[in-house]
């Protein structure tokens, strides 16, 4: 009979995050007994903090040339090559204001169900929707 992974690296499943002395209910006492130094809480801080700056990280300059054309180009030939309309609708900062960044994400990624809008999830990321959209609320042109 194989023993259990968590058995066998000495870690005991209580069911409890605070049991790590990372989580709620750990008064910072518990730390000393389980062998365990403030660096692993600050070790779990940083991953928190320094995560999300690694996931909303720009795209490379080659990239963002890429997306940039696809911007004006493919977006362009239905929101009109100035984005101010066409057959879709404008992509200005003013029309965007009072759209929500994962809602224009939704619709870059999913496309918008009953109109001509397609996904583009096969071509981008959602990092990659993400930039385009601080793109078009900023209102310069790459």
């Given at each position: ?61 080659d ?17 009109g ?46 990092q990659?929707?993400?930039?385009l ?10």
């Open positions: 009979m194989m023993s259990h992974p968590r058995r066998e690296w000495g870690i005991k499943n209580t069911g409890h995050i605070g049991e790590l002395g990372v989580g709620p209910g750990d008064s910072g006492k518990g730390m000393k007994q389980r062998g365990c130094g403030a660096m692993v809480k600050l070790k779990c801080l940083a991953g928190v903090f320094l995560i999300p700056t690694l996931v909303w990280a720009d795209p490379d300059p990239r963002q040339a890429e997306l940039a054309y696809l911007l004006y180009q493919d977006c362009g030939s239905c929101h090559m100035t984005l101010k309309g066409g057959l879709g609708p404008p992509l200005l900062p003013e029309t965007l204001r009072n759209r929500s960044d994962e809602a224009l994400v939704a619709a870059i990624m999913d496309g918008r169900p009953g109109t001509p809008m397609p996904p583009w999830r096969t071509l981008l990321s959602k990659e929707a993400r930039w959209i601080s793109v078009l609320r900023s209102g310069d042109r790459p």
